[in-house]
């Protein structure tokens, strides 16, 4: 998943960043691995990215969890069909998510 989405990027143009700032930025993003994902997890890594940065985050930077209200808004709207254990695949990617986010950070 790239670092940087097209409104993260309209943003910063917005903020003055110019082209070659963003080229740079751009520059520094990793290729991306390849990975296989089993057909069963198929409909949990579809939500995941779909709601992949809806997140609540503390006052100090910490990462909270996923803002599951927003998540619910996203299933409604995007059509992805969650079952109970669509669901709960779903909550173990949310929370390796969140334990790795605050992890980073607190390096």
Known sequence: M??????????MREMGASEDEIEALLAEEP?????EVYPDNWPAVQLYLSAYGQFRISG??????????AVDIDIRRSQIDVDPATWEKFKVLAHHTV???????AS
């Open 2 to 11: 790239p670092r940087f989405s097209d409104a993260d990027l309209e943003e």
């Open 31 to 35: 290729e991306p691995e390849a990975f």
């Open 60 to 69: 100090t930077g910490q990462v909270l969890g996923f803002d599951f209200n």
């Open 99 to 105: 334990s790795t986010l605050n992890k980073r950070s």
